[in-house]
């Protein structure tokens, strides 16, 4: 049961990610607006769309889960501070919030790993048998 536990939490937190990066990738100028209103470069757009497209993907996959994972968990925090740090919006409160919550859940991944239910579980015991028969 806790794998598939492990496995539905990965899709939840990878969903927002995934999707936001495809959001992000399709509407590139209002996004690139968005990050110059908040003091960013422009530029940094494309690593953005990286860190949420490949981040979301790997968690989601459990594909080198416990780095996705702490890139993920510090990029929520900054995202929090960066773009949700009027607390007098009680909607940006909420966000803030939000965000804080979902890099407690990456901290949770980034401690116990993706699980059996994932793909690197599936590399861990494929170079294990390498070993068993090589030796």
Known sequence: MQNFT???????????????GISKA?????????LVAHGLPPGLLPLVIFAELGGGLAVLCGLLTRWAAAGLFVYTLLAAVIFHNNFADHAEWINFMKNLAIAGG?????????????????????????????A
């Open 106 to 134: 990456f901290l949770v991944l980034v401690v116990h790993g993706p699980g059996d239910l994932s793909l690197d579980a599936w590399r861990r015991r494929r170079r294990q048998r390498q070993k068993i028969f090589s």
């Open 26 to 34: 399709t509407a590139y100028q209002v996004t690139a607006k968005l």
């Open 6 to 20: 492990l496995l539905v939490g990965r899709l939840g937190l990878s969903l927002i990610f995934i999707l936001s």
